[in-house]
Every structure is written in structure tokens, then in C-alpha cells.
């Protein structure tokens, strides 16, 4: 299995530019978010789904929008790009409508170091 | 505050030392707890899982959660070099207790050397 991809792994952007972060998974599963990571902020989730058509906001919503038309897949927009938003950005997806232990565990991509200018 | 506190160290120990790794949370509503485990330049991974309080073990690792104290830890037996990593822990309500229960929210993580 693929488990989760993510892409593209590197990406640097002009200020106002925009551009689609693209998450795909094969596990079937429900649940699918995005974190981004900053140094001493930890990981913050941006937005999330919990099944084709449905998406909420999380903690750091601003200048992204998301979409979820397929179970598959879950592609994260920056609608303007910003130099606050330079980071590295996680995709994560876990089986139920919310992640936890074994069973419902968050399955991580290996992430896209996004550098905007 | 933040709802999950958690030092971010660095925390650097010689090789078979017995490694403690702890997060404090204010929200009393929480009821799952997870450590993760991250590789630099790599995704999390789970390390660990305990719902609601008390231990839970696992070869060299014991995962803790006093929810009368909001105090997670993760204790990390005869410690290796392998196990330099960034140690993150999460936690989450249950379905349908209110806001932020779908989701998990993260302490800032704790990196970990192990010097042989």
C-alpha cells in the first residue's frame, strides 16, 4: 500500500501566488486532514473531513480552502500565498470520523516543505 | 493557555537511560491520548495509545494519563540511539462532546537525543 502522498515534497512560491497541495490516500479511510508545522508551534490543523463532501475548519484556517469530492483524495488551496505561510504541511488520514488509537490511528504523508518569498 | 502544554526541550540523555517525557492539558473533556513519534524531515507515527487513565505498556515504553492531575507521560526504558526523535503527544474527546472533538490537538513536541 501507498499509504498517504502527498505532493509535491518542495515548493517555493512567490508573495500572492497560488497554488494546490495535492493528498491522496488508498486505505480507504474517512477521516482526512491537514496539519501545517512551524518550529515551536507544534502542529496545528488547518482544516479536515471526515467523508466525501464534508469539511470543517480547524485551528488555522485563514488563506487555505479545501475540498473533499472523493474519499481518495483531499487537496489543500493557498488562495494568495503569504511569507507567514512558509512551513511544512502535513496530510493525515485515519479509518472512523476521528483519529485515536490502533484501530483509528493518524496515518501521516511525508510532508511538503513550502517556502514562500 | 494552551490547551496542551508540553516542553519542547531539547532533552539530551546517554544511552540506557530511563527517559521521562510528560504533557499537561486543561481540557477536562479529553479522554484519548496518543504519543507520536517523529523523524526529522519525516510524518509522525503512532508510539502509543491509552484511552481514559492508566498505563499502558509496551516493550520499552509505558504510556501514563492521571486525568485527575490533566498529566500524560511517556517513559521510555534503556534508551537507544534509534529512539532521537521528536516526541509529540495528542489527545481528543469523545465523538460529539463538543467543539474540537473530531479533532486531535497536538502539545508542541519534546526532541529527544540519545548520545551512545
Known amino acids: 500500500n501507498a499509504g498517504v502522498t502527498q505532493t509535491p515534497k518542495f515548493q517555493v512560491l512567490k508573495t500572492g501566488q497560488s497554488m494546490t497541495l495535492q493528498c491522496a490516500q488508498d486505505?480507504?479511510?474517512?477521516?482526512m486532514s491537514w496539519y501545517r508545522q512551524d518550529p515551536g508551534m507544534g502542529l496545528r490543523l488547518i482544516h479536515y473531513?471526515?467523508?466525501?463532501?464534508?469539511?470543517d475548519q480547524g485551528e488555522v484556517p485563514n488563506g487555505y480552502n479545501v475540498s473533499r469530492s472523493t474519499t481518495e483524495d483531499f487537496p489543500l488551496r493557498l488562495l494568495s500565498a503569504a511569507p507567514s505561510q512558509t512551513s511544512v504541511y502535513f496530510c493525515?488520514?485515519?479509518?472512523?470520523?476521528?483519529?485515536?488509537?490502533?484501530?483509528?490511528?493518524?496515518?501521516f504523508g511525508s510532508g511538503t516543505q513550502l517556502s514562500v518569498l | 493557555q494552551k490547551e496542551v502544554e508540553q516542553d519542547p526541550g531539547p532533552l539530551s540523555v546517554p544511552e540506557g537511560a530511563i527517559v521521562s517525557l510528560n504533557c499537561t492539558y486543561s481540557?477536562?473533556?479529553?479522554?484519548?491520548f496518543m504519543w507520536y513519534r517523529q523523524y526529522s524531515r519525516k510524518g509522525p507515527e503512532l508510539l502509543m495509545y491509552?484511552?481514559?487513565?492508566g498505563n499502558k505498556e509496551d516493550g520499552r515504553f509505558t504510556a501514563q494519563v492521571d486525568k485527575s492531575s490533566k498529566y500524560i507521560s511517556l517513559f521510555i526504558r534503556d534508551s537507544q540511539p534509534s529512539d532521537s526523535a521528536t516526541y509529540l503527544c495528542?489527545?481528543?474527546?469523545?465523538?460529539?462532546?463538543?467543539?474540537?472533538?473530531?479533532?486531535?490537538?497536538f502539545g508542541k513536541g519534546t526532541k529527544l537525543s540519545v548520545i551512545p
Open positions: 493525515a488520514s485515519s479509518r472512523g470520523r476521528a483519529p485515536s488509537g490502533t484501530n483509528e490511528k493518524l496515518f
Open positions: 486505505m480507504n479511510h474517512e477521516y
Open positions: 495528542a489527545m481528543r474527546g469523545a465523538l460529539y462532546s463538543g467543539a474540537g472533538s473530531y479533532q486531535l490537538t
Open positions: 481540557n477536562s473533556a479529553f479522554q484519548y
Open positions: 491509552t484511552y481514559s487513565s
Open positions: 473531513s471526515v467523508g466525501a463532501g464534508i469539511t
